[in-house]
């Protein structure tokens, strides 16, 4: 065989082993699949072996006889052909399953925020997506979604991330039902609406010097408003949860541990650094509510000694504290974040935030912005084939109730993707058609929290406080949600100086 008919099948072979792994090399190189992977220690390290891996196994084929290189191209090929023949939509439709790609390396639920509403036009409220290797069932519609997990319950389970097993007992989100129903007993009996009333003068003192800060930092170019929110959230709940005043020492060293803790940077922080913050917040916990035993101003850790005189030695309970706020406070920082975003894009919105009387706006445009873009996503792992309609989802399947897709159902909310507060004038719409706080029985407990840390906020920026966007861009998928872009800069002005 002539000499550049070898090189060129030589070339070629390569060229085919570069090729079938490009999907996945992109996929890994992708802002959201690291960001991703930064709630799970030790698996960037094994991607990258892995990479390294092929990367050196492709240059020993490059080095060996041409026919072991050929058979190796040839094999690679077939398993790119049979990804490709699995990913086509029909793919299991004689076996039940709903129609739609199950594409393993698709980034296009993380570059496309309207992906999964245009695969429910395109295939119906109930079919199937792969991300990162998983096969995911998708619905839309809360009330179709509600009567799945009435009727399914024993059949599904919570997935988890990887901070659960940092606490005895695990996170309460993702607890087997026993355990799920008698800690959520304890917890919502202790953070009522009542203890979040008595807190709004701390929640509003809060606001107030968060937004000083953000006007004392600020520049010609503006300032990134994400890690003054996330402050705020976090020294908010803190106080609320352990009853502690503004200048106690304590505050200050927990909000110190909760970036090492946080569960989107494990994988960038060693288990023993981890495990030594944990262990530290769990001590000013369990302190804090010995010192809650003796009296005090209200707050949720009097509420426990009181439920429960042994709470400061439950090691379930106190994690579950401590991660109640590193979720709770990043997840409101993201939905300031998103009303930020928000009344920058709608000034007359933000107009109106400044000059009104109406006490309800603030709540409105908080209840909109959920609607809109800050709505939880429910996720299941089925451990028993299910029916969904009249598909089949087999068991090891993921499936994804995709509550923010069905906020958009123009049936429910007209022109859906309008932003308009003032849809929430009035009674507020029943739970079968917006839930943006979960599924039962696995709502959020801090539901009333949230939408008072927010309130206060936008009370606060409305009547002390100027600003205007200084840079912008196009949105990005974060570690679990949607953002606004990681260029969107604020400049704050405070009217009393």
């Known amino acids: 065989m002539p000499d550049l008919v070898l090189i060129a099948l030589r070339i070629a072979a390569l060229a085919v082993l570069a090729g079938v792994a490009w999907p996945a090399l992109r996929m890994a190189a992708s802002t959201a699949f690291r960001n991703r992977l930064g709630a799970h220690p030790g698996l960037p390290h094994l991607i990258l072996a892995a990479i390294i891996g092929y990367v050196v196994l492709v240059l020993l084929l490059a080095m060996a006889p041409l026919p072991l290189l050929v058979t190796a191209a040839a094999a690679a090929g077939v398993v790119a052909g049979l990804a490709h023949w699995r990913a086509r939509p029909d793919f299991g439709r004689s076996r039940g399953l709903p129609p739609g790609t199950l594409a393993a390396t698709s980034l296009a639920m993380v570059e496309d925020d309207r992906h999964l509403l245009d695969q429910a036009r395109r295939y119906g409220p109930v079919f199937k997506i792969g991300r990162y290797g998983q096969k995911i069932v998708c619905v839309l519609g809360l009330e179709r979604c509600n009567a799945l997990l009435r009727r399914h319950g024993d059949d599904l389970v919570s997935g988890g991330l990887p901070f659960d097993r940092l606490i005895p007992g695990g996170f309460i989100r993702y607890m087997p039902p026993d355990r799920h129903a008698r800690y959520r007993r304890l917890l919502a009996g202790a953070l009522t609406p009542e203890l979040v009333r008595s807190g709004r003068p701390m929640l509003a003192e ?72 944990l262990s530290t917040l769990t001590r000013l916990f369990a302190e804090a509510i010995g010192r809650a035993a003796g009296g005090g101003s209200p707050s949720l850790a009097a509420s426990l000694v009181a439920a429960r005189t042994d709470a400061a030695d439950d090691p379930t309970l106190l994690g579950n504290l401590v991660y109640m706020i590193e979720t709770g406070g990043r997840d409101t920082a993201d939905l300031l ?149 990681r260029r969107f800069r604020l400049a704050f002005s405070s009217r009393a100086a």
């Not at 609320?240 to 960038?268: K, Q, T």
């Not at 029943?430 to 696995?442: I, K």
């Not at 974060?478 to 953002?483: I, K, R, T």
Request: charged share 25%; glycine share 6%.
């Open 206 to 277: 809060e606001a107030a010097g968060a937004l000083r800060a953000m006007a004392g930092s600020s520049t010609a170019t503006g300032i990134d408003p994400a890690p003054h929110l996330l402050r705020y959230t976090t020294r908010s709940m803190l106080r609320l949860f352990l009853g502690l005043d503004r200048d106690d020492p304590a505050l200050e060293e927990a909000l110190a541990l909760y970036p090492v803790i946080a569960s989107a940077n494990l994988s960038r922080r060693t288990r023993k650094r981890v495990s030594a913050a």
């Open 337 to 485: 974040l998103w009303v930020l975003k928000e009344l920058a894009d709608h000034p007359d919105r933000a107009a109106e935030l400044g000059r009104t009387a109406d006490p309800g706006l603030a709540q409105r445009i908080v209840l909109e912005t959920l609607r809109r873009e800050q709505s939880e996503y429910v996720v299941r792992r089925v451990v028993r084939p299910i029916t969904v309609e009249s598909y089949t989802v087999p068991a090891g399947w993921l499936l994804r109730l995709c509550v923010r897709e069905s906020h958009r159902d123009p049936a429910i909310f007209t022109d859906p993707d309008r932003f308009d507060p003032d849809r929430f004038q009035g009674d507020p719409p029943r739970a079968g058609v917006y839930a943006p706080f979960g599924l039962a029985p696995h709502t959020c407990l801090g539901r009333s929290l949230v939408l008072a840390m927010a309130a206060e906020f936008l009370t606060a920026l409305g009547s002390g406080c100027d600003w205007r966007v200084t840079a912008d861009g196009p949105r990005v998928f974060g570690s679990f949600h949607w953002m606004p872009s």
